[in-house]
């Protein structure tokens, strides 16, 4: 029987269906794997199963042209993680679960835009401290989004499913900014230019894919494009963002507030972004809902058992 290895716990749902074709080893811990731990994978197991955290750079990948394991099953949409380049050079293909995440992901951008426009998280942290003293009429003023602009970067699954939740359920117009044109389902514009958007948008969402091309896509330059009002939510990769200046951009009041579920260093999140109130910040909860990590694992689990039976993968990369 082929050997699988599962880089992380998964759901019951998931493992039983993994077990029901391979030996497969489950490792206890939650916590990224370490480069030795990543090599030997590679040398004593059919498939991996890696997820955020597991950095397969290319000198994981160095002299591994003749390793055990012919594929990375990717738990996840996001791969910027994986070396895809380093890894097909020595045999090794890689694959990830597109889909199963993108009506779970827009939901928490949706989310994440109310709380920092209405100032959710502040308010809870007022009555859990016992300090609110009653309703009044200047009381936590936010910012009301019906009619406003939502400035989308990034218009795949996830933007288009963020477009439709804030079109169609808040009433917003939709501006995007994306590397093609979209023919969509609903108004939305496209924008001459990244500044363009940020210039004329009260919330933009973040959901391009991460790596190179996008890391800190988001810097002191654009920050001061937004509007004084407008708000920035991060779904997409936490590098997307320059921290250190989205911290100064907020300290200083030049933009609204800020919504991440994302961070350059996870879990590190600055120590100066858990003091302000005028941000929400959550862990990474993406995709943190039962059914959508089941079908990210059998989505990974079924990439895996193509491999096995020399069938085409489902989602190559």
């Known amino acids: 029987m082929a050997e699988l290895y599962l880089t992380r716990p998964m759901p019951p749902k998931a493992l039983r ?51 055990r394991c012919r594929l990375l099953a990717n738990f996840g949409v996001g791969y910027n993680h994986i070396d895809v380049e380093a890894a097909r050079k020595v045999g090794i293909a890689v694959t990830n679960t597109p889909g199963a995440v993108t009506e779970a992901t827009a939901d928490i951008a949706l989310m994440l835009m109310l709380m920092s426009a209405r100032r959710a998280a502040e308010g809870e942290r007022l009555v859990r401290a016992g300090k609110w ?13 019906g009619g406003k602009t939502c400035g ?30 979209k023919h969509l389902e609903m108004p939305a514009r496209a924008a001459d230019s990244l500044e363009a958007l940020l210039a004329a948008s009260d919330c933009v969402i973040l959901a391009v894919p991460g790596g190179a091309e996008t890391r800190h896509l988001i810097g002191a330059a654009e920050l001061a494009s937004m509007r004084p009002h407008a708000h920035l939510i991060n779904i997409a ?3 997307v963002v320059d921290e250190t200046a989205l911290i100064a951009a907020l300290q ?11 961070y350059e260093n996870e879990p590190r999140v600055p120590e100066a972004l858990r003091q302000m109130e005028n941000v929400t ?13 089941e079908e990210m694992g059998l989505m990974a689990v079924e990439n895996a058992i193509a491999h096995l039976n020399d069938q085409p993968l489902l989602n190559p990369l």
Do not use: C
């Open 17 to 67: 269906a993994a077990q029901a074709a391979f030996n497969v080893t489950e490792r206890p811990l939650n916590t990224p794997l370490k480069k030795g731990e990543m090599r030997a994978s590679l040398v004593l197991y059919d498939v991996v199963i890696p997820t955020l955290g597991d950095l397969f750079t290319a000198e994981v990948f160095e002299g591994m042209e003749g390793s």
């Open 133 to 145: 003293t009653g309703w009044h009429p200047t009381q936590m003023l936010g910012l009301h989004l």
């Open 152 to 181: 989308i970067i990034g218009m795949g699954r996830i933007g288009q499913a963020i477009a439709r939740r804030v079109h169609y359920g808040l009433g917003m117009k939709v501006m995007y900014h994306s590397r093609s044109y």
């Open 237 to 239: 990769r936490g590098d």
């Open 252 to 262: 200083s009041g030049q933009i609204g507030g800020a919504g991440l579920d994302v």
């Open 281 to 293: 910040l959550l862990p990474h909860l993406g995709t943190a809902a039962l059914d959508v990590r």
